[in-house]
C-alpha cells in the first residue's frame, strides 16, 4: 500500500505561479512512477503530468505544456507540480497518483490515489 498527500493548493489571481507537493508513505516511492491528474466541477478527470521513478520521463497534458512542471525527490518521498501562469481554466481539484511502469496518461492505470488539493484561479 501506498498513502498519498497533496498539499499547496490555494487561491490565487491569473497569472501567478503554484506549487503543489504530494508525500508519498508506504511503500518504495523510488520504484513508481508519478502523476498529477485535475478534476473541475462538472468535468472528467484530466491528466496533467507524469514522471518516471528516477525523472528520465516527464509527460505533460497539452493544456499545460509549457507552463508547468513535475519534478520528484525520492530521498524526501515527494512529487512537486510547479505551475506558473495560472489561468481561471486551471482551477480544478488536483490529485497524485501512482503507479508501476512507463508514465501515462490513463487515470485507470494508476494504482494509488491521495485526496486532492484545491487549486483556484480568479481572472
Known amino acids: 500500500q501506498m498513502q498519498l498527500e497533496e498539499s499547496g493548493g490555494r487561491m490565487v489571481q491569473a497569472g501567478a505561479s503554484l506549487r503543489l507537493s504530494c508525500a508519498a508513505s508506504?511503500?518504495?516511492?523510488?520504484?513508481?512512477?508519478m502523476g498529477w491528474f485535475r478534476q473541475a466541477q462538472g468535468k472528467q478527470r484530466e491528466f496533467v503530468a507524469a514522471?518516471?521513478?528516477?525523472?528520465?520521463?516527464?509527460i505533460y497534458g497539452d493544456s499545460v505544456q509549457g507552463r508547468f512542471a513535475i519534478s520528484r525527490d525520492n530521498v524526501k518521498n515527494t512529487v512537486y507540480l510547479q505551475m506558473n501562469n495560472l489561468k481561471p481554466e486551471d482551477t480544478a481539484v488536483y490529485s497524485c497518483?501512482?503507479?508501476?511502469?512507463?508514465?501515462?496518461?490513463?487515470?485507470?492505470?494508476?494504482?494509488?490515489w491521495g485526496q486532492g488539493t484545491q487549486v483556484t484561479v480568479s481572472s
Open positions: 514522471i518516471s521513478p528516477r525523472s528520465g520521463t516527464r
Open positions: 497518483a501512482a503507479k508501476g511502469g512507463n508514465p501515462g496518461r490513463n487515470s485507470g492505470d494508476y494504482w494509488y
Open positions: 508506504g511503500r518504495d516511492f523510488s520504484t513508481y512512477t
